[in-house]
């Protein structure tokens, strides 16, 4: 598999680079152009005769069919990492693909029992935590939603979802604008960490600050609980300090209101540089008529993914609280 991500990176790698240089155009702008090469093996019309050919070249090089679904998101994972490095905006971030499988893990145990459920990401960015999910829930039929304002990564998204041959319905909007779309049974996300600029939008949310701009994540959490059935489940990668900041009391109020805190993962310290951007795993249930708050919140601070036998504990335990503690 390795060497077949490689194969594939390479492929993208070069084809950007190719076209980067001939268009002058930036590296993650290339990459878009690349990667519909890729899936539609398709030149445009009128290009210079030499280019065509070294286009031709690179088509002919290379079949995506030939590469299993998984190989296809790490390879682009990996060229779009390339493309962000040291040009990249804090929303211009892709969440790790430990965090996505352990995330998935922990939405298969909520919904077993259940054939099919409908799944939104309102943060999808390039739409590698959403692709991560989709792979690797492989025994339920998932209708699949994402929501992303930047045009740059929604364009990345729509191209890694066409390579991984997925049904996707997309929204190029601002997320906490009215979105058309009936709640789901599942959101998962990794927010946007930072204050939100358009305060009139803002204005009508009951998590709306005070005073000055409001938090985005705040915001997300809400506009999440709205677009969710009644007893669905919410996961979000969050800062550490979410309940914690100045606004805490605020989103407890809200969140007690609403929901119930069914889990809060602490991901690995040594994941994050500074343990003051330190993220966790925030695990939510819409309240509905039947629901209640579980007898105990499911509590851990992960070890670090690559220590197989702390991680395989945590699981014990997280096996043992659906037992006893759901």
Do not use: C
């Not at 939405?107 to 935590?129: H, W």
């Not at 039929?141 to 930047?150: H, L, R």
């Not at 358009?198 to 809400?222: M, N, Q, V, W």
């Amino acid at each position: 598999m390795e060497q077949q991500i490689n194969q594939l990176f390479k492929w993208l790698d070069e084809t950007t680079q190719l076209i980067e240089k001939k268009e002058e155009t930036p590296y993650i702008e290339a990459l878009i152009a690349s990667s519909q090469l890729l899936f539609d093996q398709d030149l445009p019309e009128d290009l210079e005769p030499k280019y065509e050919q070294q286009l031709r070249n690179q088509i002919n090089q290379i079949t995506f069919e030939e590469f299993d679904p998984e190989v296809r998101r790490k390879a682009m994972q990996l060229v779009i990492l390339k493309g962000m490095k040291g040009a990249t905006q804090q929303h211009h971030y892709i969440t790790p693909d430990t965090i996505g499988m352990f995330m998935g893990y922990l939405i298969q145990k909520f919904m077993e029992g259940t054939q099919q459920y409908r799944l939104f990401d309102p943060a999808v960015g390039s739409g590698n935590l959403l692709l991560t999910l989709l792979n690797h829930q492989k025994n339920f039929n998932i209708e699949a939603y994402g929501s992303e304002v930047d045009p740059t990564l929604i364009r990345l998204a729509f191209n890694n979802i066409n390579l991984q041959e997925r049904e996707v319905e997309l929204f190029h909007q601002d997320s906490l604008k009215p979105i058309l779309l009936e709640p789901v049974d599942v959101i998962a996300s990794d927010l946007p960490v930072g204050f939100y600029p358009d305060d009139e939008t803002a204005s009508s949310y009951e998590l709306k600050a005070e005073e000055g701009h409001s938090f985005a994540h705040h915001l997300f959490i809400e506009q999440s609980i709205k677009y969710t059935k009644d007893g669905g489940y919410l996961f979000f990668v969050v800062p550490s300090f979410l309940f914690e900041s100045e606004q805490k009391d605020q989103l407890q109020a809200y969140l007690k209101q609403h929901a119930h805190i069914v889990g809060v993962l602490e991901l690995p310290k040594s994941m994050f540089k500074n343990e003051k951007f330190s993220k966790s795993i925030l695990v939510l249930q819409k309240q509905g008529a039947a629901t209640q708050d579980p007898k105990n919140v499911m509590l851990a601070q992960l070890p670090s993914f690559k220590d197989v036998h702390a991680m395989n504990n945590i699981i014990k335990q997280i096996e043992q609280w659906f037992k006893n503690d759901r």
